[in-house]
């Protein structure tokens, strides 16, 4: 571990902020490209967060690269969604795909304790409780970095290159100018831990006919995700804008969804319930700079029809390591906005557009039973299963992927100037 003070700045190849999943995946990707790494996470490692902890087939993947999927997968696995409302239920299988077939589910204290804790076996100089602020930015670069230890004092750390990776709020972010664009859907959520017998179920479960105590639909779904260790994660999301805010007490519908479903999965009471707000689809600007990028939730890498985020965190942070070693490093101002939209944007308008019109009232209740019902239903949702897993891939060829690559070409262009990492 190397000694820092406050008058003797370190000197670091590269210093990630948060150690999360898209952090912890970026330090880890760093020490195996030779960067002398320093990560450092405000919290604890394996600090909690709102989070449905479901691992799609994608995130699976990613961390099959980092050497680290069979360690999830042995404590669980899922074969896909099933989804229910409007008097009907759909089974979506995870489809064959580049990423496989298999799903899983770990709490995030333990996810993100387990790879914060490889990038340090690894070789990531990790600080935990320290919180890194005040980014001395020349010429577009940040030269300097303060470390605040929770017990010790301040020091100075003089880094080459910074990965933003600070969470929904980045409070760093914020210090680099980073900007949340609320006009655009954001998601609100609760979620909690709740003992089940069907703790073991292979399956994710969404409600997406959602009703608050009053019997309205409210704009969002619930969830059911077994962990396969006595509990299932139990909560709910509600998508929101500035001109259609969602009027909902987060905590009080998912104790109302909780004594909904508690005869179904003989439920034990709600524990650890947290909430939170969460930025989607790349609606937040100023996210790189002449040295740093900002990657995960900072960078509102989120699905916005389902509240997804680990997979695209995962992606972020190798990308992000990638890019330093080209010539794109000596532009990242530019070209990391532009590699996100070039891989993202189509997909994240398309499904900002979809998410937008369930913020109408009317909507839900009238596509809700064409959905579920029938064999419009059998047909359609394991389409939409997999769109909102992110299964598409740029190589696919069949028609659901030509047609959901045509509808994002239609929804760039007809929502050009959309911030959109701008």
């Known amino acids: 571990m190397t000694a820092m003070t406050h008058a003797s700045p370190a000197f670091f190849d590269l210093v990630v902020i948060g150690a999360g999943p898209a952090g912890s995946a970026a330090a880890i990707h760093g020490v195996a490209a030779g960067y002398q790494v320093l990560l450092v996470e405000s919290g604890a490692l394996g600090r909690d967060k709102t989070c449905g902890d479901g691992l799609t087939p994608r995130a699976i993947s990613e961390l099959r690269k980092l050497g680290l999927a069979d360690v999830v997968t042995e404590r669980y696995t899922n074969r896909g969604l099933k989804l229910h409302g409007y008097g009907g239920s759909v089974t979506a299988p995870w489809p064959e795909s580049a990423y496989g077939t298999v799903g899983s589910a770990m709490p995030r204290t333990l996810f993100d304790e387990h790879l914060a804790r490889t990038a340090q076996q690894r070789g990531a100089d990790v600080r935990a409780l320290s919180t890194a602020h005040a980014p001395v930015v020349t010429r577009g670069r940040i030269t300097e970095l303060t470390v605040q230890p929770a017990?010790?004092?301040?020091?100075?750390?003089?880094?080459?290159?910074v990965i933003v990776a600070d969470g929904v709020r980045s409070p760093v972010g914020k210090e680099l100018g980073r900007r949340w664009h609320r006009e655009e859907v954001y998601g609100i959520a609760a979620r909690s831990y709740v003992s089940s017998p069907f703790h073991a179920e292979p399956w994710m479960h969404s409600h997406v006919e959602l009703r608050g105590e009053d019997g309205?639909?409210?704009?969002?779904?619930?969830?059911?995700?077994?962990?396969?260790?006595?509990?299932?994660?139990?909560?709910?999301?509600?998508?929101?804008?500035?001109?259609?805010?969602?009027?909902?007490?987060?905590?009080?519908?998912?104790?109302?969804?909780?004594?909904?479903?508690?005869?179904?999965?003989?439920?034990?009471?709600?524990?650890?319930?947290?909430s939170a707000l969460?930025?989607?689809?790349?609606?937040?600007?100023?996210?790189?700079?002449?040295?740093?990028?900002?990657?995960?939730?900072?960078?509102?890498?989120?699905?916005?029809?389902?509240?997804?985020?680990?997979?695209?965190?995962?992606?972020?942070?190798?990308?992000?390591?990638?890019?330093?070693?080209?010539?794109?490093?000596?532009?990242?101002?530019?070209?990391?906005?532009?590699?996100?939209?070039?891989?993202?944007?189509?997909?994240?308008?398309?499904?900002?557009?979809?998410?937008?019109?369930?913020?109408?009232?009317?909507?839900?209740?009238?596509?809700?039973?064409?959905?579920?019902?029938?064999?419009?239903?059998?047909?359609?949702?394991?389409?939409?299963?997999?769109?909102?897993?992110?299964?598409?891939?740029?190589?696919?060829?069949?028609?659901?992927?030509?047609?959901?690559?045509?509808?994002?070409?239609?929804?760039?262009?007809?929502?050009?100037?959309?911030?959109?990492?701008?």
């Open 151 to 161: 017990d010790g004092e301040a020091y100075t750390v003089r880094p080459k290159w």
């Open 278 to 422: 969460l930025p989607m689809g790349g609606a937040v600007s100023q996210v790189a700079g002449g040295n740093w990028m900002l990657i995960g939730d900072a960078a509102a890498g989120v699905n916005p029809l389902n509240g997804e985020g680990i997979d695209y965190g995962l992606e972020m942070a190798e990308w992000a390591i990638d890019m330093l070693a080209t010539d794109a490093a000596a532009e990242l101002r530019r070209a990391w906005p532009e590699l996100l939209r070039e891989r993202y944007g189509e997909a994240f308008l398309l499904a900002r557009t979809a998410a937008r019109l369930l913020t109408y009232p009317q909507f839900l209740p009238t596509v809700g039973p064409l959905a579920l019902r029938g064999p419009i239903g059998a047909r359609l949702m394991p389409a939409a299963a997999r769109l909102m897993a992110n299964l598409i891939t740029d190589d696919d060829r069949d028609l659901l992927a030509r047609m959901w690559r045509a509808a994002g070409h239609c929804a760039s262009a007809v929502r050009r100037d959309t911030p959109l990492w701008s």
């Open 216 to 274: 309205a639909i409210q704009p969002g779904y619930g969830w059911i995700f077994p962990l396969g260790d006595g509990t299932v994660n139990l909560g709910c999301g509600a998508l929101s804008t500035n001109a259609r805010p969602a009027k909902v007490n987060t905590k009080k519908l998912l104790d109302h969804y909780a004594d909904l479903c508690r005869p179904d999965w003989q439920l034990g009471m709600p524990e650890r319930v947290t």
